[in-house]
């Protein structure tokens, strides 16, 4: 039974090494980009958080913009996610879930337009992928 939990003990403490040696989850930074202007001179309410840190509220002049930055978890199921709000309007979108964005550049910018969030380069240079809004549960 003494060699078991020997054993055991070893396994863990190398297992508990490897992970923070190696670092597998790397740094992610999010940047909300404001670009509403389509629609006339809007400033942009965002809310960002997720279930355990809130990023907190934030307003954007036209193409003002914010960042933040986390770590994802091993697990596998860190989601972020925002409410927008403009002129009479209410918005939600994930602007980071696991299974959808850990294969993609460890810094991402969403400009946000009216119809919608789209992934752009973070010199905001190209748009790779627009996607429309959350829906309403």
């Known amino acids: 039974m003494a060699l078991f939990i020997r054993k055991a003990v070893l396994l863990t403490v190398l297992l508990l090494f490897t992970l923070t040696l190696c670092d597998a989850r790397k740094r992610r ?3 909300v980009k404001n670009e509403l202007q389509a629609n006339g001179d809007l400033s942009l309410t965002v809310h960002c958080k ?7 509220v934030k307003v954007l002049a036209p193409h003002g913009s914010f960042e933040f930055s986390f770590k994802p978890n091993i697990w596998g199921t860190t989601l972020y996610y925002c409410s927008f709000s403009w002129r ?13 964005d850990k294969n993609l550049d460890s810094k991402v910018q969403w400009s946000i337009l009216p119809e919608g969030a789209c992934r752009t380069t973070w010199d905001g240079e190209s748009f790779s992928e627009c996607i429309e809004w959350n829906k309403d549960n």
């Open 29 to 31: 930074y999010i940047r």
């Open 50 to 56: 997720s279930k355990n840190h809130d990023i907190g």
């Open 88 to 100: 009479g309007q209410l918005k939600w979108f994930d602007v980071y879930r696991d299974k959808r």
